[in-house]
């Protein structure tokens, strides 16, 4: 589900996917949240592309509303973007067709891979309790109910201490977050199958 957007289709789900999954268009969506705005001749300076390819992705991802177009800035053929917030949560793989859940599988791992440089980074830049890194693990019981509700009390929290790159306030970072929770495999809890 995306905040303030209807519900995507399958095939909807299955574009994204492959638009997140493609290297050009992450770094593009990268250097957008960083920078606030830029035009595809600037993208193509920093990025090392031509500003035909990256007008093309420019495109595509405002298809996707994952960006759009600044009027107040752009006129002819100069075209200035910025990012639109965006939230999605992927559904239950048993939903999915085999070809969204290929490109979701597809995306995962990329996920992976830049999550664990990012766990990496956590650890080695990690300066105690006060400092910008943070690291923290930890384990408990909870019902699924339970974990649902922490989930949404979760949101709530990144929702009342986040702000937007334009209104964040003097100080403010860029910070990455991830959040992870999965039941022990113990076999089966209750009839429930909870893993391998």
């Known amino acids: 589900m995306t905040d303030g957007m209807p519900e995507m289709t399958s095939l909807e789900r299955t574009a994204l996917y492959k638009s997140l999954g493609n290297p050009l268009r992450r770094r593009i969506l990268d250097y957008l949240g960083r920078h ?4 595809s001749t600037v993208l193509a300076r920093e990025l090392g592309e031509s500003s035909g390819t990256t007008s093309y992705h420019l495109r595509k991802l405002a ?9 107040e800035k752009s006129g002819g053929r100069e075209r200035w973007w910025r990012v639109l917030p965006f939230r999605h949560t992927t559904p239950d793989p048993a939903t999915m067709s085999p070809e969204e859940y290929a490109a979701a599988e597809q995306l995962a791992h990329l996920k992976i891979e830049f999550d ?3 766990y990496r980074r956590a650890h080695q830049e990690y300066r105690g ?14 019902t699924r109910e339970e974990l649902l509700a922490f989930m949404r009390e979760y949101h709530a929290l990144l929702e009342r201490y986040g702000h937007l790159r334009e209104d964040a306030p003097e100080g403010a970072r860029p910070v990455m977050m991830r959040f992870y929770a999965v039941p022990e495999p113990v076999g089966e809890w209750n009839g429930e199958p909870t893993g391998p």
């Open 36 to 39: 606030g705005e830029a035009n």
């Open 63 to 71: 298809e996707q509303r994952l960006i759009e177009e600044i009027p």
């Open 129 to 142: 309790p006060e400092g910008w890194a943070q690291v923290q693990r930890t384990g408990t019981w909870l």
């Open 116 to 118: 664990t440089a990012l």
